[in-house]
C-alpha cells in the first residue's frame, strides 16, 4: 500500500457546523492540529464538555465494582445467566450483521466509492505506522494470549488440528476486523468529511438517549480494557519470575503498567502510540518468525497455504451458524463463537473510533485493505504459527513453547517486553478514545479508571478472566443496539445530505 494522492476528494459538507478541519496545509504538525480540533482534543471550540456523562460512566464502573465486591458469587451467577439467555440464544444477532458489513465493504472496495477520501491531504500516519497502531490497538496482545491456547482448546475437546485453526480463523479474523473497519469508516467519515466533533453524540441528536448511548461505549470500553490488564498480567509476571526471578503482585503490575501507559499518553500520539506499536509490530514479527523457523517450519508453511482458501469457502457458513436443531451446538456458540463476537462488539467502538482518529487522509478502498483484509490474514498465518508450533511440541502456554525452541533467553525477553508495549498502546489508545468520547484532557483519568476495575476484579478472587470476559460480554448487549442505532442514523444523515446537496438553492428574487 502506498500514500493516496489528494485528487477524487469529496466535497465539503457545507450544512457542517463550523468546528471543521482548519488550513490546508500538508505540513504534519498542521495536519496533527487539524485532526485534534476536529476530535475534539484540539483548541476548537467543542461545546459543552461532557463532564455529566464522565460522571454517570463513573457511577456505573463503581455499582459494578461495588456489586462484585459485595455479593461476587450472585455477581458472577447473573452474568453468566444474562450470557447464557441472551447471547446464547440470540448470538445470531452479533455474528450476522459483522457478516453482512464484511461482504458489503468489499464489494464497495471495487466500486467508485472506494475512492471516497476521508478529510483532505495526504495520510498523516505512514501506511507501516498506521497498519502497526491499528494491530497494536485491535488485537496484538489478545493474539499473544490465545495464538497457543485456542488451538489446544479445540483439539483437546476433539477438533482435528484443520478444524482447530478454521475455528480460530473465524473468531479473530473477518468478523473482528469487519467490525473495526466499519466504525472506522463511520467515524472518520463523520468527523473529518461531515466535520462532526461528537459524531456519537450528534448522529442521534445529542439527546438524552445519545447520552445513555455514550456511557455505555465508555463503560464497555473501560471494561475491555480492564481485561486486556488481566490479559497482560499473567504473562508478565510469569516472565518476570523468569528474567529476574521475583514474583510480583498482580496489584503492584497492574499500577506498573497504568503509570507507563499515562507517561506514554503524556508523550502524545505521534511520539508515544506510533513509536510502540512500531516497536510492537517489530518484536511480533520476529517472535512469529523465531516459532516458524524452530518448530516445523514446512508443514506450518502448506497448512496455512491450505487453509486460508478453505476458510474463505466455509466462512459464510461459519459466520452464519446457529446451530440449529442441534442443542451441543448451540451450547458451543454460545461459549465461543457468540461470546468472541459479544466481546469484539464491546471493542467494535474503542478501536474503531482510534482507526477513524489515525486514518485522516486514506480512502475507503485503502481502510478495507488496510484494517480488515491484510490484519486477517496476519491473524490467521499468526494461529497456524503458534497453533502448529506449539501443538507439535505439546506445549500449552506461550511462555512454555519460547523457552522450549529458545535456551538462551533472548525471544523470552522479546515476549515479555511485547506484551508490555502492546498493552501500553492498547491501554493508551483507550484513554484517547475515551477523551474523545467524554472529555479533553481526561485521557489519564480513564487509564487509572481502568486499573482500578481491574485490581478490584483481582481482589475477589476465582476466576478473574472469566469474570472480566462475562463483564464484557454482557456489556456488549446494550452497546451492539447502539451501534446499530448509530449506523442507522449514519445512512439516514448521509441520504439527507446528499438529497440537499442534490436540490439547487432558489435564485435570488432579482435574478427572477
Known amino acids: 500500500m502506498t500514500h493516496h494522492s489528494p485528487s477524487a476528494q469529496p466535497a465539503s459538507d457545507q450544512s457542517a457546523p463550523e468546528q471543521s478541519v482548519s488550513g490546508q496545509s500538508n505540513h504534519e504538525q498542521q495536519n496533527a492540529h487539524s485532526a485534534d480540533d476536529i476530535c475534539g482534543l484540539g483548541n476548537s471550540t467543542c461545546g459543552k464538555e461532557q463532564y455529566l456523562t464522565s460522571i454517570a460512566t463513573v457511577c456505573v464502573i463503581a455499582l459494578l465494582i461495588g456489586a462484585a465486591a459485595l455479593f461476587p458469587e450472585g ?57 502497526g497502531m491499528l494491530f497494536a490497538t485491535g488485537m496484538g496482545i489478545g493474539l499473544l494470549t490465545w495464538g497457543v491456547l485456542e488451538p489446544k482448546y479445540h483439539t483437546d475437546a476433539g477438533l482435528s488440528t484443520d478444524m482447530a485453526l478454521l475455528n480460530a480463523f473465524n473468531h479473530w479474523g473477518l468478523l473482528a476486523w469487519a467490525g473495526y473497519l466499519a466504525i472506522g469508516a463511520l467515524f472518520a467519515h463523520a468527523m473529518y468529511n461531515m466535520k462532526m466533533v461528537k459524531p456519537a453524540e450528534e448522529l442521534l441528536g445529542n439527546g438524552l438517549w445519545s447520552k445513555l448511548n455514550l456511557i455505555s461505549l465508555v463503560v464497555s470500553t473501560v471494561i475491555g480494557l480492564s481485561l486486556s490488564f488481566t490479559y497482560a498480567t499473567t504473562p508478565i509476571q510469569q516472565g518476570l519470575v523468569k528474567l ?5 503482585s498482580p496489584t503492584l503490575i497492574i499500577c506498573v503498567l497504568a503509570v507507563c501507559a499515562i507517561i506514554s499518553s503524556a508523550s502524545g500520539l505521534k511520539r508515544g502510540i506510533k513509536w510502540l506499536s512500531n516497536y510492537n509490530t517489530l518484536f511480533a514479527i520476529i517472535l512469529m518468525l523465531g516459532v516458524l523457523v524452530l518448530t516445523v517450519p514446512g508443514d506450518i508453511l502448506a497448512t496455512f497455504v491450505r487453509l486460508v482458501p478453505e476458510y474463505l469457502l466455509k466462512y459464510p457458513a461459519m459466520a452464519t451458524d446457529i446451530g440449529l436443531g442441534d442443542p451441543e451446538r448451540k451450547t458451543w456458540l454460545a461459549d465461543w463463537l ?12 474503542f478501536t474503531g473510533v482510534f ?21 486477517t490474514l496476519f491473524s490467521c498465518l499468526w494461529f497456524v504459527v503458534f497453533g502448529l508450533g506449539s501443538l507439535s511440541l505439546g506445549v500449552d502456554d506461550v511462555f512454555v513453547l519460547i523457552d522450549t525452541i529458545d ?33 479533553k484532557r481526561s485521557r489519564a483519568f480513564w487509564i487509572v479508571s481502568m486499573a482500578t476495575l481491574a485490581v478490584v476484579v483481582s481482589w475477589l478472587g ?24 448509530l449506523v442507522i442514523a449514519f445512512v439516514i444523515r448521509v441520504r439527507r445530505d446528499r438529497a440537499t446537496r442534490a436540490v439547487p438553492a432558489p435564485a435570488p428574487l432579482t435574478q427572477r
Open 75 to 131: 455477581f458472577l451467577a447473573s452474568l453468566d445467566l444474562i450470557k447464557g439467555s441472551v447471547i446464547g440464544n440470540f448470538g445470531f444477532l452479533f455474528t450476522w450483521p459483522a457478516f453482512a458489513v464484511s461482504l458489503i465493504l468489499v464489494a464497495v472496495c471495487f466500486t467508485p466509492l472506494g475512492k471516497l477520501r476521508f478529510g483532505e491531504g495526504d495520510p498523516e500516519f505512514h501506511t507501516l505506522s498506521w497498519m
Open 407 to 439: 535456551s538462551s533467553g533472548l525471544l523470552s525477553l522479546i515476549l515479555t517486553l511485547n506484551i508490555l508495549l502492546f498493552f501500553i498502546t492498547s491501554a493508551d489508545s483507550a484513554g484517547l478514545v475515551c477523551e474523545m468520547l467524554t472529555v
Open 462 to 485: 476465582g476466576d478473574v478472566y472469566k469474570t472480566l470476559l462475562s463483564l464484557i460480554s454482557v456489556a456488549a448487549i446494550p452497546v451492539a443496539f447502539g451501534i446499530f442505532a
Open 355 to 375: 482507526i477513524a482518529r489515525i486514518s485522516k487522509g486514506r480512502t475507503l478502498r485503502g481502510m478495507v485493505l488496510g484494517v480488515m483484509l491484510v490484519p
Open 338 to 349: 457468540y461470546a468472541f463476537e459479544a466481546a469484539w462488539y464491546g471493542w467494535f467502538i
Open 244 to 248: 529476574v526471578g521475583i514474583e510480583f
